[in-house]
């Protein structure tokens, strides 16, 4: 239920906060932690929050949903297999037959490689399903993301990886 609050005059709506749904920690390629996510499950979607350290400096890098919860450091977070998509669609959302559901907007850098994002996902859920992402992987990429070269876009090598949990 919502209720109005008011104090000194001022009013504002409070609203409940939203739970905290889902946690993943990321580790880079030597096995070391680097950072968090959080998931929220939203209408229509999930709303996921990163803080990332240890990532190249000011660049943008390719974020996705990858297919697979296993982030094996030592094979270079290919264990995560390939983009979540379970509707076979094409890469990005550029593509005219795109995007996968675990396509999502490349993240920047600032000057000490550190990467704090909110991105939303319209196309995931965290409940049980077909388009559920929990016990995926989340991963950040070493370069941007084209949004329509088939079948990546063209993100480059994995540079962390974060089990959906």
């Known amino acids: 239920m919502k209720h109005l609050i008011c104090t000194l005059g001022l009013c504002a709506l409070a609203l409940p906060a939203l739970a905290q749904d889902g946690t993943a920690s990321f580790i880079n390629t030597e096995g070391t ?23 190249p400096a000011s660049q943008w890098l390719g974020f ?4 697979t919860g296993t982030c094996d450091h030592e094979t270079g977070h290919e264990s995560a297999g390939g983009h979540f998509n379970p509707a076979g669609a094409d890469h990005g959302v550029l593509a005219e037959n795109g995007p996968h559901a675990g396509d999502m907007p490349n993240i920047r850098t600032d000057a000490d490689g550190f990467a704090r994002a909110e991105v939303f996902n319209p196309w995931v859920t965290l409940a049980e399903g077909e388009s559920s992402i929990r016990g995926r ?9 084209d949004y329509h070269s088939q079948p990546t876009g063209g ?11």
Do not use: F, N, S, Y
Request: charged fraction near 15%; include cysteine; aromatic fraction near 0%.
């Open 155 to 165: 993100a480059g090598d994995r540079l962390a990886c974060a089990v959906i949990e």
């Open 33 to 55: 932690a680097t950072g968090t996510a959080t998931l929220t499950a939203a209408p229509g979607g999930v709303l996921i929050r990163i803080e990332v350290e240890a990532l």
């Open 64 to 67: 996705h949903i990858h297919e």
């Open 137 to 145: 992987a989340l991963m950040i990429h070493a370069g941007a993301d």
